[in-house]
């Protein structure tokens, strides 16, 4: 049964390459600044009519708290099945330099065996993949199913996570595949288990009553920008890791790990330019906190006075890992930056939001099924990932339904650039992890329900 299912899949990437190609067309950017929304109802649209052809029902548009459009939609299970439910995104992110894609943005363009386009691994790229394996399985589909579909992720505005709360038992399911990740490499089957949680704060200093002259007061006048510098710098050891007075910054990582030379491929890391701070690259990644100056307000450069800069600020971000609470590092953060400003100079701390990591259990029959489901397409066993990145969805989903197994996969690997320029998707992902889906459906259902299940 799994050779034909791999033929039946094989045989459906035509159609997926075609409905790829529809869905980049659609430049579905959830910012009305920059792109007129109707793009976003269009891709929804095309959404909703495309699961409906591939057996949900009741496949319908319902507007967000934040004004984004979700897809809905639901099969009931079979007497006795457990019900999955399947998530993914049709918004993108922007193009951001057209002129640095060496193909049209909007446009899915073959080269060099992989396919070409803004979301098509992230997160168009997923979509497909559901498509594919609900058409592999045809009415033979084990399980019951729900869907969302996002239109506002890429924005961060938190519809879905405002959404999910009072609509809880119409999503209510076993397991809940989040489909906006992927695996460490081409060919190498992984589900994400860990994601860290993420808090801003914006610094602003203050030395001076106005810019003073740099000549006249120079030297002896407190620099609000220089002082500004030292500060950011101290969140910093010599190797230039995170370093956070109150936080622990020595974690772990126990999953699979991240080679060196790979990930300074993957990051653009210019030749003879160091990776910053100890331990392995997975530690750093996915086990500890990594804090990253986002923006400061200063003089710019080009128009710049000879002045001492009476004020400044900066807008920092920390990632924060799994079993660090995302207030208190934002708190650690705070306490750090006041007591490192030097001279007396005043300090003041805007928070921003905290989002919280999170961790998967991943001892549930849903992780055997798909464990088995990768070893029989990819002939090796499953990797455990984790994600520098925050998708604050999944702590909602798991405060909803605290018995749920959550399992994070896709078609997105490092090759594929997402958010960046010229993203991309390997064609053999989308066949491979719609295949995987398709047999975790199966396994699950047998897995909940042991026994012979009876062929279709």
């Not at 390459?17 to 109707?38: G, H």
């Not at 959404?163 to 190498?188: R, S, W």
């Not at 030297?219 to 920008?225: E, I, N, R, T």
């Not at 399992?407 to 719609?434: F, K, Q, T």
Request: aromatic share 6%; charged share 20%.
């Amino acid at each position: 049964m799994t050779d034909e299912l791999a033929i039946r899949v094989s045989g459906l990437m035509p159609r997926a390459k075609a409905d790829l190609a529809e869905l980049v067309a659609i430049p579905s950017v959830a910012d009305p600044r920059q792109y007129p929304p109707e793009h976003c109802r269009e891709a929804a649209e095309w959404v909703a009519a495309a699961f409906t052809e591939a057996g949900l029902r009741d496949v319908h548009l319902d507007e967000t708290p934040d004004g984004s459009l979700a897809v809905i939609g639901h099969r009931p299970p079979p007497p006795g099945a457990p019900t999955v439910l399947l998530y993914c995104h049709y918004d993108v992110q922007p193009p951001l330099d057209e002129s640095a894609w060496a193909s049209k943005p909007f446009e899915l363009t073959e080269r060099d065996g992989r396919w070409y386009g803004r979301g098509a691994a992230d997160c168009k790229g997923n979509i497909v993949m559901h498509l594919t394996a609900l058409r592999a399985l045809g009415e033979d589909v084990p399980v019951g199913l729900k869907l969302v579909v996002e239109g506002s992720e890429e924005q961060g505005t938190g519809g879905l996570e405002q959404y999910v709360p009072p609509h809880a038992g119409e999503l209510h399911a076993d397991a809940l595949l989040i489909c906006d990740t992927g695996n460490a490499a081409v060919g190498v089957p992984t589900a994400t288990t860990s994601l860290r949680g993420v808090t801003n704060v914006v610094v602003t200093v203050g030395a001076l009553r106005g810019d003073l002259h740099s000549g006249m007061f120079g030297g002896a006048a407190p620099d609000a920008l220089a002082a500004l510098v030292r500060m950011l710098d101290s969140l910093r050891d010599a190797d230039g890791g995170t370093r956070i007075d109150g936080l622990d910054c020595t974690g772990t990582w126990t999953g699979a790990g991240y080679d060196e030379e790979r990930f300074r491929a993957d990051a653009g890391v210019l030749d003879g330019v160091r990776l910053t701070g100890s331990g392995t690259v997975a530690d750093r990644l996915w086990a500890r906190p990594a804090v990253t100056v986002l923006g400061i307000d200063c003089p710019p450069v080009v128009g710049s006075a000879a002045a001492v800069p009476a004020t400044a600020r900066a807008r920092v971000s920390l990632r924060v890992p799994p079993g660090t609470d995302a207030r208190a590092a934002q708190d650690a953060l705070i306490a750090h930056l006041e007591a490192a400003a030097p001279w007396g100079v005043v300090v003041d701390v805007e928070r921003e939001g905290a989002g919280s990591p999170f961790r998967a259990e991943t001892a549930g029959p849903a992780y055997g099924a798909l464990d088995r489901a990768m070893r029989e397409v990819y002939g090796r066993p499953m990797s455990f990932l984790g994600q520098g990145g925050s998708i604050p969805l999944c702590n909602v989903l798991a405060t909803t339904y605290p018995e749920a197994e959550i399992i994070l996969m896709g078609v997105e690997e490092p090759r594929c650039l997402i958010h960046a320029p010229n993203e991309s998707v390997d064609p053999g992902e989308i066949e491979h992890m719609a295949h995987v889906e398709a047999l975790f459906l199966r396994h699950f259902a047998d897995a909940w329900r042991p026994g012979p299940r009876p062929e279709a």
